[in-house]
């Protein structure tokens, strides 16, 4: 376990550079609570400001959004480099981002030598240029405060942050820049060489060429190979060719030449170059995403791909990889990639000369541009969302047996490899007392770095003297220091009948034992989306009402059982928190939400309301948050809240959900999603030492009766005669108004929590007899996507 010691956050920084990178950049910084100075060139005439006042705008309309909320566009300030230069002597942090050219970067560090603070840390942001040629004339105590931070583009979404020293940066610089990064940035830190793209996209372009040629070259159609090397084999969904539309053929293509030429002493530089599709590509215009043409083209509802020859577009053609369904069902990664590989079809043929060359050529990249396999490994997974790296997929078809394919193929190999065999090894990873560890060439194995502060469930689940309770969807685990965490392994980590009984014998467990609290987290993809459909549509088409109402009071029992729990449950969250599982944060002591927290209550979607006490708990809300207990001080609170379940909002991301009120404004948000268990464990120790007292008991809720539910219903009115709802929303959100004003409550009254509870039943089961509502369950169950019927 490696301990970091904590630096000094920044509080300011500068970039230098509003091109789509610095923009982000900049808008990233400004998420993690910096106050950011964006600068670039003046215009030649009018407004000075006006390119960098061009570029911010540009990237304000950008999918995925580059900010977590609204308020923090406010944190960036925009200059130019005529008028606002002076203005990074406040900077501590001044990241340079400016056009790849050389001598352009060098001119520029000048400029910042002679005005940054001598405090101030310098860093460049840049894959094609030598990191220590920007500084070549700079003097020793420019340079030791300088050195390379990598970001990959969206900088918010991809985790990887490659972070090059020179010869010259001072070591307790280079920690603060990784500490910070880690914590503050919630980026995956990877060390790398001052080499020509150094890790990622080094392994990751060379992935991206060799997959274009077997297009142009081969018999595989765009479609095909883009199936091949997607979500199938671990990739994101875009692949080969969806991937680089949306990178761009252009940058693609310069990233490629300008590579090729830095590289003469590659054995395999040739295999960068890009294939002559691309060139003809790009100067046809026929650029990607931002063209609307590239590989593909969508042309009316259609997606079309390009045909080489013809340099036109078509409707795809049959792609000739037989069924595959076999491995598309099979949940186990790596059991699918080694069925992958052993096909006999064309599909193996595929996958055995790809892996088998990549493999290859990131042996032979070692110790050039990384010094273990790991460091390539966390590289390409972190920086291009895959599942797996190349030494990964060694050890997962086998050592000895991808050295024997390899040998047969002709495929070069480095002699640490042969060295590695005959020293006995016979993967590259392996676990010593529930330590990883990686093999070093010359070294031997050595143990992976872990973080006191990231808490690895998996490591923890090795050990069976960790798990108290074990269910078939669910288990109680020891996280050490009288602490326990209640993990969902449920498919998608969905809410059925075995994970909401859990709950209740995990609260009990605590409770009659020696524990400070309860953490609910996982490692899953999502924290939860929520309640099992599945189960309910089980009972809903037998027509077992009774049944479908023992679950619905089950679960909100659960909900309760959190809340009203003597001993604080602190949930975890990432990723999608939907429905049933946003139910149980509006109910936990506290939650730690990972900044890519995407929380709502999507009921409605689903034909229903929210029935786990999540409309109580948001109406409760209503009234307490208010400055009295005047009905025109609640109902704007009121309005907020129906219209976030009512539109079945969710938010793109943690800070966000705060505002939407699906966050206590006391909530902890961890920008690195790999410290939120450990983050939570101490919040439950914080809570339990400082005395520990659940809620009392709601028996005062101020709801508004009929005028507040008048309100709330001519507002959906004005959105369905906008085009914005269909009648069904609107029927559904008058449902949900009489919930939240009290049922057939004339007036504003106060009414006890339970009375609530029993509404949200009643109308939940009454919408279960509704033919629309179960067409919207079949829809998500069959599609999942929400039907607006």
């Known amino acids: 376990m490696q301990f970091q010691k904590t630096h000094l956050p920044f509080q300011k920084a500068a970039v230098l550079g509003a091109g789509v990178m610095g923009s982000q950049i900049a808008a990233h ?9 964006l600068l670039d060139i003046p215009a030649k005439e009018g407004n000075k400001n006006a390119v960098v006042e061009g570029a911010f705008k540009r990237i304000l309309k950008l999918k995925p959004n580059p900010f977590v909320t609204k308020n923090v566009v406010d944190r960036i300030t925009l200059g130019n480099f005529d008028e606002h230069f002076d203005g990074i002597k406040e900077a501590e942090w001044i990241i340079e981002v400016v056009v790849e050219n050389l001598e352009i970067k060098q001119r520029l560090m000048t400029r910042i030598e002679n005005v940054a603070d001598n405090s101030s840390v310098i860093t460049t942001n840049t894959s094609g240029l030598p990191i220590r040629q920007i500084v070549e004339g700079c003097p020793d105590s420019f340079k030791k405060r ?12 991809l985790k990887l942050l490659e972070i090059i020293p020179t010869e010259n940066t001072v070591e307790a610089i280079l920690e603060r820049i990784k500490w910070f990064g880690r914590v503050h940035l919630g980026k995956s830190v990877v060390i790398a060489k001052d080499t020509p793209n150094f890790i990622a996209n080094r392994i990751g372009t060379y992935a991206i060429m060799q997959a274009i040629r077997e297009f142009t070259e081969g018999e595989y159609t765009i479609e095909a190979i883009d199936t091949l090397t997607g979500e199938l084999i671990g990739h994101p969904k875009s692949a080969t060719f969806r991937t680089t539309d949306v990178v761009g053929l252009d940058t693609l293509a310069y990233v490629g030449e300008n590579l090729y030429k830095a590289i003469p002493y590659d054995e395999s530089r040739e295999a960068h170059k890009p294939p002559e599709i691309m060139n003809q590509m790009v100067k046809n215009g026929l650029l990607g995403q931002k063209a609307k043409k590239g590989f593909y083209q969508k042309i009316g509802k259609e997606i079309f791909s390009l045909n080489p020859e013809s340099m036109e577009y078509n409707r ?3 792609m000739n990889l037989g069924d595959l369904k076999l491995y598309s069902k099979m949940a186990d990664l790596k ?3 080694r069925l992958l590989y052993d ?58 047996r991808i050295l024997d394919d390899i040998s047969e193929a002709d495929i070069q190999i480095p002699e640490w490899v042969h060295e590695m065999k005959q020293s006995g090894a016979q993967a590259f990873y392996q676990k010593d007392n529930g330590r990883k560890k990686v093999y070093v060439p010359g070294s031997g194995y050595a143990s992976e770095h872990e973080y006191e502060d990231e808490i690895n469930l998996n490591t923890i689940k090795t050990e069976r003297i960790n798990t ?11 996280l050490g220091d009288g602490v326990a965490l209640y993990e969902f392994r449920s498919k998608a980590n969905s809410l059925g009948s075995d994970v909401v009984e859990g709950i209740f014998q995990a609260i009990d467990y605590v409770e009659q034992n020696d524990f400070h609290g309860l953490v609910i987290g996982n490692n899953g993809k999502n924290f939860s ?7 309910a549509a089980q009972f809903l088409v037998s027509g077992k009402m009774d049944e479908l109402e023992k679950l619905a009071r089950n679960f909100q029992n659960m909900i309760n059982r959190i809340r009203y729990a003597r001993k604080p449950v602190v949930s975890a969250i990432h990723g999608m928190v939907l429905g049933g599982a946003c139910e149980i944060t509006l109910a936990s002591a506290n939650v730690v939400a990972a900044l890519e927290s995407y929380i709502g209550l999507v009921e409605l979607g689903a034909g229903l309301i929210p029935a786990g006490c999540g409309t109580t708990n948001l109406t409760a809300r209503t009234s307490e948050m208010a400055a009295s207990d005047c009905p025109s001080h609640i109902q704007p609170f009121l309005i907020k809240a129906f219209e976030t379940i009512a539109m079945a909002k969710v938010s793109i991301s943690a800070p966000e959900a705060m505002e939407l009120g699906l966050l206590k404004p006391d909530a902890v948000i961890v920008m690195n999603a790999e410290r939120r268990i450990y983050v939570a464990k101490e919040e439950v120790l914080r809570l339990s030492r400082k005395g520990y007292m659940p809620p009392g008991v709601r028996n005062s809720i101020i709801v508004l009766g009929a005028p507040g539910r008048a309100v709330l219903e001519s507002a959906v009115h004005q959105l369905q005669k906008a085009g914005y709802a269909t009648e069904y929303d609107q029927f559904l959100s008058s449902k949900l108004a009489y919930i939240m004003t009290g049922g057939d409550l004339s007036g504003p009254a106060p009414v006890q929590e339970d009375y ?3 509404l949200e039943i009643n109308v939940f089961l009454s919408l279960l007899r509704e033919k629309k509502t179960h067409e919207r369950v079949e829809s998500i169950l069959k599609t999942n996507k929400p039907l607006r019927n």
């Open 316 to 318: 795809p053609k049959p």
């Open 146 to 157: 300088f050195m390379g931070t990598h970001f990959f583009n969206p900088p918010r979404h």
């Open 529 to 535: 989306v929520g309640a099992d459909l599945a189960e």
């Open 335 to 337: 059991e699918r990639i």
């Open 29 to 37: 910084l400004a998420n993690a609570g910096l106050s950011v100075l």
């Open 343 to 400: 096909d006999s079809g064309r599909v193996g043929e595929f996958t055995r000369r790809t892996m088998l060359d990549l493999i290859g050529y990131s042996a032979r990249r070692i110790p050039e541009i990384a010094d273990n396999p790991a460091d390539v490994d966390r590289a390409i997974c972190w920086g291009f969302g895959w599942e797996l790296g190349p030494f990964q997929l060694w050890d997962t078809i086998g050592f000895d």
């Open 468 to 478: 108290i309770i074990g269910r078939d969807e669910a288990a109680l685990l020891d």
């Open 756 to 758: 609530l509870y029993e």
